[in-house]
């Protein structure tokens, strides 16, 4: 992509290939069948492409999040399994068990 005019503060006239402008509108390549015609006039929305990978982004930080927490009370119920076990199986008061 290239910025090839300047229109005023916040609008520039770009040059981009078919395949770049395809892959703003979040489709793989020109030859996506998702792709709407690429024609003068045709409006690209960057922002909505923009928001769908920055919601991805922040729903995969919060999956890693999610995977330690589950993780940690994993190594949790593994410590206490065995405790717990003893305490049910061998009819122990829990203060003796502590």
Do not use: F
Not at 17 to 28: F, H, I, P, T, W
Not at 40 to 60: E, K, L, N, P
């Amino acid at each position: 992509m290239k910025i090839i005019g300047i229109v005023d503060n916040d609008h520039l006239i770009i040059e981009a290939s078919k395949d770049e402008l395809a892959n703003v509108c979040g489709c793989y390549s020109k030859h996506d069948s998702d792709l709407p015609p690429l024609k003068v006039g045709t409006i690209v929305s960057v922002h909505t492409s923009y928001d769908v990978v920055r919601r991805m982004s922040m729903a995969q930080s919060e999956l890693e999040s999610a995977s330690k927490t589950l993780h940690s009370v994993a190594n949790l119920i593994h410590t206490a399994d065995p405790l717990i076990k003893r305490m049910v199986h061998q009819d122990i008061p829990e203060e003796e068990v502590i």
